[in-house]
């Protein structure tokens, strides 16, 4: 497709603010999280408001650290050090599927809160107010060529699509037991991804939750919240899908690549991966594609 034929959509912002409390699920720390309406072109932004000035913290994929199993973004400079924002993928994940491009995100705390392991609480306060329309386009990024990071255990690729889509699918492979090897696709669009993906929780080996308890992470967290798998399934708990494991990664593989800040079209694979080659697809395609970001006139 040529690019004088290539439609792009209006942006969009909130049409009021909306709240989500609840704790992280890492530090058990309270957090009150605000999304909030902002100008074209801002993209999301998360607030931190408890430090002595609001400081604001751009959700690109720059601003990313590597931080054990989630998603966090920082931003230093030298008056305040280094403020950090965890635990973002889930927040990100409901912002652009619902094709949320401009908002705020003032949160009280660092870690973004975990609520049901899945972006479900996030996608209902942004359906409690509604989206608006503004007068600007939404940059786009199309999959011209494959690319792909990782290596033959766990890799994240990309790929130019024919019909105008942007489609995620993840593989997984946990050998013997009863997560074992499943794959699960979807065209990630508003309405998709609230009735396949958003419900979709995060889940866990028994294993590593010992691990994470352990270590003095996860205290406030219990097999209620999230998954936790023994060898024979669920513990205290019952799948909302058959496939809601690959269905919660493809979720993380579309918070993650919000980083890029912009519409993607292209079809996603990841095999066993995570947050980090996620993130270093993201910055691999900012590097090989271009950014549409006018109408052909
Ligand atoms: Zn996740």
Redesign the pocket.
């Known amino acids: 497709m040529t690019p004088a034929t290539i439609t792009l959509r209006p942006q969009q912002t909130l049409a009021a603010s909306a709240e989500v409390f609840g704790f992280g699920f890492w530090s058990g720390r309270d957090i009150r999280l605000e999304f909030r309406p902002a100008e074209p072109n801002t993209g999301i932004v998360f607030v931190r408001t408890d430090t002595v000035v609001p400081l604001h913290i751009p959700a690109k994929v720059r601003n990313r650290i590597e931080q054990p199993r989630r998603t966090t973004l920082v931003r230093r400079d030298l008056v305040s050090g280094e403020t950090a924002v965890e635990m973002v993928?889930?927040v990100l994940a409901a912002l652009a599927a619902l094709q949320v491009d401009n908002a705020e995100v003032w949160c009280d705390s660092a870690e973004m809160p975990g609520c049901d392991?899945s972006s479900l609480a996030f996608v209902e306060a942004i359906d409690r107010v509604g989206v608006v329309t503004q007068d600007a386009v939404r940059p786009q990024l199309r999959v011209t060529e494959p690319l792909r990071v990782g290596d033959a255990n766990a890799w994240v690729e990309a790929k130019p699509c024919q019909n105008e889509t942007y489609s995620v699918r993840y593989e997984l492979d946990y050998g013997p037991g009863p997560i074992g090897q499943q794959d699960y696709q979807t065209d990630v669009t508003p309405d998709t991804f609230r009735s396949e993906l958003a419900a979709a929780r995060?889940f866990v080996l028994e294993a590593e939750a010992r691990y994470l308890h352990d270590q003095g992470l996860g205290h406030r967290v219990t097999a209620r919240d999230i998954i936790v798998f023994d060898d024979h399934g669920p513990v205290d708990n019952h799948l909302r899908f058959d496939d809601e494991c690959p269905r919660?990664k493809a979720?993380?593989i579309v918070?993650d690549l919000a980083l890029a800040g912009c519409d993607l079209v292209g079809e996603f694979t990841g095999f066993q991966s995570g947050h980090r080659l996620n993130a270093a697809l993201v910055a691999e395609l900012l590097k090989a594609e271009t950014i549409i970001d006018r109408k052909a006139a």
Do not use: A, K, M, P
Request: glycine residues 24%; proline residues 0%.
């Open positions: 993928e889930h392991g995060t919660h979720l993380d918070g």
